[in-house]
């Protein structure tokens, strides 16, 4: 049998293909894309000839199958999405759950992806997060994902498009405290590549000063939850019963 390999592509600059996504590209028997024109554009600057065929969501189920059975007969097939990693928030996940459910090899190849590279440069905690791709499209539905996230203790990363930042800032500003920090990470590893930091009010304000901010492709984070900080100090009853150990001290 062959492999099917996952092979992230660049999500703005050329040059952020990695040398063994380049040799897996050559030694396939052919590549699975969301949009066969663009993909074989892409593979065009790279001088990679191979044959290219669709594979996207609507019908992800019935070509996994197709898919499947190349690999059992030996092809190995290369999986990629029109930018950045293939299943975050891209079509597959069907078909490398299916390809385990097998024991059909997998090999996921490490790569650009616009989630990571947001959140290694937005500057919120990176410890642990919390990866929401998209919002539902919906504004009812929407506000209800984002009060239903409001208490946690995660950076939080959406999928944003252009046309609903607005809307979707204005819910965030309506939902989170108002000290609660929001990055909009734009146009990464391109020309305009820009992070926008403040409060969800305080992006709204920029963003309608300078409509360009609101172009392109953006992530958006938004930092973790904190619990309001208790000020008041020990309470009357830790002081006193610490004055009693004190005095019991030799
Ligand atoms: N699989 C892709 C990945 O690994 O990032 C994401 C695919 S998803 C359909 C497309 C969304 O990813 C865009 O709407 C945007 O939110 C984000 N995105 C992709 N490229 C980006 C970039 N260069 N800068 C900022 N966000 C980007």
Redesign the pocket.
Known sequence: PGTLYIV?TP??NLSDITERALTVFKEVDAIAAEDTRHTRKLLEHYGVQVPVFAFHDHNEKAKAEQLIERVINGESIALV??????????PGYALVSLCRKQNVKVTSLPG????T??LSGAGLPTDSFQFEG?LPSKPAQRRAKLESLVNTPRTLV????PHRILHTLEAMADIFEDERQVVL??????QF?TYLTGSAGELITRLNEDPNQQR????LLVEPFQAPKDTSGPGEDAKRTLQILLEELP
């Open positions: 992230p999500i703005g999405s029109d930018a950045g990693t293939p299943l975050i928030s891209d650009a992806c616009a989630l590279v947001a998209f959406f999928y944003e498009s990470a734009r146009e990464l590893t391109k590549e392109g492709e953006m992530v």
